[in-house]
């Protein structure tokens, strides 16, 4: 194959500022002093905090090479499943740092900040029509956080009605973070497989869906990267029996503008802005998870929520069923004005053309890499699709060895060991922002990196070779992180 494009060349060692730093230097001339030292400041100019002694240089030097270590979607293609690691464009940033968005404090009076407001309640139509849902709060600041808010409005709708259901199914293709959010909420997960062919059946929903139960947390398109295409019927068997249809939609990069989720039965769905609409995410940044619902929910939604009288728009309390309130203020407004740039900028036939390409180009690498690398289900993906190191196990050559030696031939690996129904699972999401050329070369360095499995697995065990760092001991950086250096 061609030249990889892993890192080479320049990468500098970097010592800690503590260590860089020598007293005396500095980075910024202050004034001469022009008041005395008297008991009143002489305590404000003590010793303070122990930082180090550094020129404007060192400083900048110091952050620009440790960001040069750093993989991000700026920098190459970034096939981590599940987490739509697409191309951000810089516009987006650009709107939210308008003077008017940035500098907007949420003490202003409402009569002050009716331009973020009227983008907050447009937003949420936008979302409303993009999903098929007739309600949304913006206020969850994660994809987990929303599962959260969601499990609670499911609480409080069964509350309303005098029903005490204890119990959420949740299918073992869902994602991790969807039995953690109703157990927080106070709920049993009930464990449900998924068939042979890594989707729902009814049958095997309508034996566990009793009086007792909640509802069920379907993440869709699911953790294998396949539609639930018995969706309606398990919606339907739910609803009869009292319950309520959670749909995780971190995935909804596969369908937007192309299912209807409130038509396919789902009354509470979540929305990771932060993967499908287009902000920067990973590293713990700010996120916005909103939760979109059927009308029956609306009532619960927290407050305040963003609602428009005459023309005006205004924050509201009014709201006596309300869960609350779960973030403070209104949430990440930062992340909303991005997505909001997002939809505008795309408009409605474009949103939909990103969903179809981020299929086209999961099912493209599905089917040129699934002679080389075993896939448990071969048909056709939505926008992820998922192998297994079952072909390579043979050379004693894992999933893990394989993913660290991508990242010599310049790719960030791909989500690995999830979801948990697959045996050393390799999720690989392309997302839509790719180029053919990208993502050939994607596909030729896993097909090299098969071959090398084979031929010479040491240099598959030994990778990384080309990274500032080898392997590290994953257990003990979990477990004993040493963050001193
Ligand atoms: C990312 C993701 C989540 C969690 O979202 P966070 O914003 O990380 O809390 C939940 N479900 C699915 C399917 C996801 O991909």
Redesign the pocket.
């Known amino acids: 194959m061609k030249d990889s494009q892993g890192t080479s060349g320049l990468i500098l060692n970097e010592p800690l500022l503590w260590e860089k730093g020598k007293p005396g230097r500095h980075g910024f001339s202050f004034p001469r002093r022009d008041v005395e030292i008297n008991e009143l400041n002489e305590n404000l100019i003590g010793e303070g905090p122990d930082f180090p002694d550094l020129s404007e240089v060192d400083v900048v030097r110091h952050y620009t090479r440790l960001s040069q270590w750093n993989f991000g979607a700026d920098t190459g293609m970034y096939p981590l499943?599940?987490?739509?690691m697409k191309y951000n464009p810089k516009t987006n940033e650009k709107q939210a740092n308008l003077p008017g968005f940035a500098k907007a404090h949420p003490f202003l009076s409402s009569g002050l900040s009716q331009g973020v407001l009227k983008l907050m309640f447009d937003l949420k139509g936008f979302l409303s029509e993009i999903t098929g849902m007739d309600a949304v709060t913006l206020q969850p600041?994660?994809?987990?956080?929303?599962?959260f808010a969601g499990m609670l409005l499911i609480h409080a709708f069964h509350k309303s009605k005098g029903m005490k259901r204890t119990k959420i199914i949740i299918p073992d293709t869902?994602?991790?973070?969807?039995p953690a959010s109703a157990s927080l909420c106070g709920f049993r997960s009930i464990p449900l497989k998924s068939n042979e062919d890594g989707i729902l059946s009814p049958e095997a929903v309508s034996e566990i869906m009793d009086a007792e139960t909640a509802g069920i947390m379907v993440?869709n398109p699911?953790?294998l990267g396949l539609f639930e295409d018995n969706i309606r019927e398990v919606t339907d068997i739910v609803h009869k029996r009292g319950g309520l249809v959670y749909c995780?939609?971190?995935?909804m990069n596969a369908v937007m503008g192309i299912v209807d989720m409130g038509e396919i039965g789902i009354d509470v769905l979540?929305l990771?802005l932060?993967?499908t609409f287009s902000t920067p995410?990973g590293g713990g940044g700010p996120?916005?998870?909103p939760v979109c619902v059927g009308k029956h929910l609306e009532p619960f939604l927290p407050i305040p929520r963003v609602v428009q009288t005459n023309g005006k728009y205004s924050l509201s309390e009014d709201f006596p069923d309300s869960i609350g309130k779960i973030h403070a203020f209104y949430g990440n407004v930062g992340v909303m004005i991005k997505a909001y740039s997002y939809i505008l900028s795309m408009g409605p036939e474009n949103l939909k053309k990103a969903s179809q390409l981020a299929v086209l180009n999961a099912n493209y690498i599905k089917e040129k890499l699934k002679k080389i690398f075993h896939l448990p289900h071969d048909k056709p993906c939505m926008h992820e699709c998922v192998f297994s190191d079952k072909f390579q196990k043979n050379n004693k050559i894992t999933t893990h060895d394989m993913v660290k030696r991508l990242m010599d031939y310049g790719f960030h690996p791909p989500t690995i060991y999830f979801p948990l129904v697959v045996n050393g699972a390799m999720m690989i999401e392309p997302t839509e922002t790719e180029s053919k050329e990208d993502i050939d070369f994607f596909i030729e360095a896993l097909a090299a990196i098969a071959d090398e499995a084979q031929n010479n697995p040491d240099r598959v065990r030994n990778a990384p070779q080309k990274c500032k760092v080898r392997r590290l001991d994953e257990t003990a950086a979990a477990r004993r992180p040493c963050l001193s250096g």
């Open positions: 499943g599940s987490c739509t600041a994660a994809g987990a956080h929303g599962e869902a994602h991790g973070t969807n993440t699911n953790t995780d939609g971190a995935n979540h990771n932060h993967k995410h996120g916005s998870g």
